[in-house]
């Protein structure tokens, strides 16, 4: 984008899509991709599915897990067989009304993957990307042409190296806005060309973050942990209309090898409160149904447990969907935790499934990558 | 030479230099290290193209895409591999000055020409111009096959003018006309040879350069390569691929007469060029923009990372470049390869091939001793290894630092997508 476009984003051209954002679209209006965000979550690290919707009848969980497992009492219990998490409270009262489905048995062919490789996998929804593998956000929206100023991706989380979706913006918490970008006039201009082009593409997201801190009391406290943040950040941006399709959160820390218990209910805990807090603002604003959740791993973890009150990386996980226009339910097939392969999990769902069913039933693309995946029809 | 001197020639006369690379040349002086690339400069001439290129060839359709893709990705697994870094380097500055193509130049004809290239790139500039005229894949790309007295194209001349030999301004529209004239009838028959066609061609007087005659191509050839202004101008363009987007004219014109006096004779000009006082002066440092080519080769090498020439192919096209396929008037020079969004495709494609061996235990990426290994050092860890890593990759400090306790996939990730690390 040129220095006049560049310009034009922040100013005249995309007023429509500050002004009035199409949030508020007629429902069964056909879906625009170009309305409806994806609130993308990525629990890093492994998430224990087995701990997170517990197969509290499976006698198979009863007999592996001794230690690291839940009491069943204090389960969200959801029907006779599965129970959530009980730091989980605000996701459970989801469940009671019909806006989370639950995706049992997600990932992808072959495995085990290091983190890395499975992160790789999650984010080009291949199970071998190469380097010319493009993130699978690209891949969905490919057939529909953003409109201009729009970004396919905005990363909210980390502020390290974050993952490639397409096109991302860095949008930094908290607010960061303000790179050290005023480095003096040198005396090359090849130099000075590029750090400029570079401060331009920040200056872009800070316009983003500035219009987003404009936007009044949000009228519900979000945990003050760094998801929390993210998901406060998010329903801001969402307010403002920022031109974004997905926005992309993280919470670290789900490398649970060790002490899993504790560690483990107070991320879903401050996950379940930041979701909870998101759903109340957006349901206020009534963008609720224009917004899908997706919480996803990068893989699970073991059924067995280790000698350090842990467990080990593992393969098939969970995906949870929230959102005003989602059929709450159980969708996919839960692994048989009696027929592991070699100590593993086997996955029943293709993470391309879900993906494929997010373009499709979400953003009403009809051709894309994924197109040949079964969809789940949580939508 | 100190480090920083070593780094600056390595990252202009080959793709940018490993740690071990840069460290074995700071033993040699400037002067001798310009002579040892230009004495073993190897662009080879005698490489193995795709059969097909000497096959049959179908003229007036469009150059298959599978072909075109072939040969770029063939040139890219040239370009990661071949010993000679300096010959790779000098072929892509000739492939990029006598850049022409168009849709129905069909690939063995690109193909054909490359490897004439590749025969006189370290050779003598006057064959190489007199290639250049017969050739047919030029004459094809610029309307020239099929040009008559009757209607000249002033495409061919005009790049002949303007890029090829002279310079731009350096000549009138009555000159184009003229040489236009002269080389009618030199077309490119169904077969893809070049041939004279008597009665297409123009034998009238004209006038061109100054010069009155019945002139035909060789005799335009010959005036062009008389004239002081050709080896300026190749002496120049030089210049600004070699050393800075500026060129200082009073080296222009002493270096334009070196390569007179050794008959356009190309290494003994190199040689100057390379010695000059230029070359190491602080000053240029970081003053060129890396072309995609030069950016995801140079990763590829720099790093080792075993890519698969297909895949450079494709992160340098999604970057703006595919070899054999250069734009009209060549790719862009310089700044004008960078906008917001090219920057962005380039961090994207060079962000996914680092991706792809980030676990490659071959690379630094790996983990703190593989980055050790790659600087040459038993152990080496924190903020040495940050700021060794930041010497050999970038010519200047980066807008973003990596903290030292960053793992070592993440600092050369850092540094390899830091604004920064497009300049050479």
């Known amino acids: 984008m040129d220095r006049r476009r560049f310009l034009q984003l922040l100013s005249a051209t995309p007023l429509a899509l500050w002004a009035a954002p199409a949030w508020t679209q007629e429902e069964g209006a056909a879906a625009d991709p170009w309305t409806r965000t994806v609130i993308l979550v990525h629990l890093a690290g492994g998430n ?86 493009r993130g699978w956000i690209s891949e969905a929206l490919s057939n529909v042409p953003a409109p201009r100023g729009f970004a396919l991706a905005a990363d909210l989380g980390m502020a390290g190296p974050g993952p490639d979706l397409g096109a991302p913006l860095a949008l930094r918490i908290p607010g960061d806005g303000g790179p050290k970008l005023a480095r003096p006039a040198s005396k090359n201009r090849a130099l000075d060309h590029v750090v400029g082009l570079h401060a331009e593409r920040r200056a872009q997201a800070r316009e983003l973050w500035v219009r987003a801190q404009d936007t009044g009391d949000l009228g519900t406290r979000f945990p003050a942990s760094s998801i929390g943040e993210q998901f406060a950040l998010a329903a ?43 759903r109340s603002v957006l349901l206020k604003s009534n963008r609720w149904r224009n917004v899908l959740v997706v919480v996803v791993s990068e ?76 969809g789940l029809g949580f939508l | 030479m100190d480090f920083p001197t070593a780094r600056h020639l390595l990252q202009r006369t080959s793709f940018g230099g490993t740690p071990a690379a840069i460290r074995r040349l700071t033993a040699k002086d400037p002067l001798g290290a310009a002579q040892i690339l230009v004495d073993t400069v190897d662009t080879g001439a005698d490489v193995v193209l795709p059969e097909w290129v000497d096959g049959r060839v179908r003229m007036g359709r469009t150059a298959a895409r599978g072909e075109l893709d072939a040969l770029n990705a063939w040139w890219l697994g040239r370009l990661r591999n071949a010993e000679s870094e300096f010959g790779e380097r000098l072929v892509l500055f000739w492939h990029q000055h006598f850049a022409a193509s168009a849709p129905d130049v069909p690939a063995a004809l690109r193909g054909r020409w490359h490897r004439t290239l590749r025969q006189h790139a370290a050779g003598n500039f006057k064959a190489l111009l007199t290639a250049a005229v017969a050739d047919p894949s030029l004459l094809v790309a610029l309307g020239q096959a099929d040009a008559t007295k009757k209607s000249p194209s002033p495409a061919f001349a005009e790049a002949l003018l303007s890029r090829f030999a002279l310079g731009a301004g350096q000549y009138d529209p009555a000159d184009v006309a003229a040489a236009a004239a002269a080389l009618t009838g030199w077309q490119v028959d169904r077969s893809g040879k070049q041939r004279f066609v008597g009665r297409a061609h123009d034998s009238g007087k004209k006038m061109f350069l100054g010069q009155s005659g019945r002139w ?107 070899l054999f396929e250069p734009p009209v008037n060549g790719w862009p020079r310089g700044i004008a390869w960078l906008t917001a969004e090219t920057l962005d495709r ?79």
Request: aromatic share 8%; glycine share 10%; net charge negative.
């Open chain 1, 236 to 278: 801001r941006l969402l307010s403002s209309g920022a031109p974004v399709a997905v926005m992309r959160l993280e919470q670290t820390g789900y490398d649970t090898h060790r002490n899993q218990l504790s560690r483990h209910a107070d991320l879903l805990g401050d996950l379940g409160a930041a979701i909870g807090s998101f």
């Open chain 1, 299 to 374: 893989f699970g973890r073991t059924l067995a447990e280790n000698a350090g009150g842990g467990t080990e990386d593992g393969t098939a996980g969970v995906a949870l969907v929230l959102g005003g226009s989602v059929r709450g339910g159980m969708y996919g097939t839960p692994p048989l935790l009696g027929e592991l392969n070699d100590g593993q999990i086997v996955h029943t769902v293709d993470f391309r499934s879900l993906y494929g069913t997010i373009a499709t039933d979400f953003w009403g693309v009809q051709k894309h990558a994924f197109s040949a995946f079964p």
């Open chain 2, 216 to 322: 035909g191509a060789a005799d335009i050839v010959r005036i062009l390569l008389a004239d002081d202004r050709t080896g300026e101008h190749i002496a120049s363009s030089l210049w600004r691929a070699f050393v800075s987007p500026d060129p200082d004219p009073v080296e222009v014109s002493r270096l334009a007469g070196v390569f007179r006096d050794a008959d356009y004779e190309i290494k003994p000009l190199l040689a100057a060029v390379l010695s000059s006082d230029a070359m190491v002066e602080p000053t240029y440092r970081g003053s060129l923009v890396k072309s995609p080519v030069e950016l995801v080769v140079g990763a590829a090498r720099v790093l080792y990372l075993d890519a698969k020439a297909s895949d450079l192919a494709w992160a340098a096209a999604s970057a703006g470049m595919r």
């Open chain 1, 48 to 133: 224990d599915a087995l701990n997170t919707v517990i197969p509290f009848a499976d006698p198979a969980y009863l007999a592996a897990r001794k230690r690291v497992s839940l009491p069943v009492k204090k389960l969200h219990h959801l029907d006779d067989n599965y129970g959530l998490h009980p730091a989980m409270a605000p996701v459970a009262y989801a469940w009671d009304t019909k806006e989370l489905a639950i995706v049992h048995g997600v990932g992808f062919p072959g495995g085990p993957f290091g983190h890395y490789a499975a992160c790789e996998s999650l984010d080009t929804g291949s199970p071998t990307p190469g380097p010319t593998t």
């Open chain 2, 346 to 424: 380039r961090n994207s494609a060079l962000g996914r091939l680092l991706r792809a061996f980030a676990s490659d235990p071959r690379t630094p990426l790996g983990d703190t001793r593989a980055m050790a290994t790659w600087l040459g050092q038993p152990s080496l860890a924190g903020a040495r290894a940050r700021d060794q890593a930041m010497d050999v990759l970038l010519v200047v400090r980066p807008v973003h630092e990596p903290p030292e306790w960053f793992a070592a996939g993440d600092i050369i990730r850092t540094l390899v997508l830091d604004p920064t690390y497009q300049i050479a």
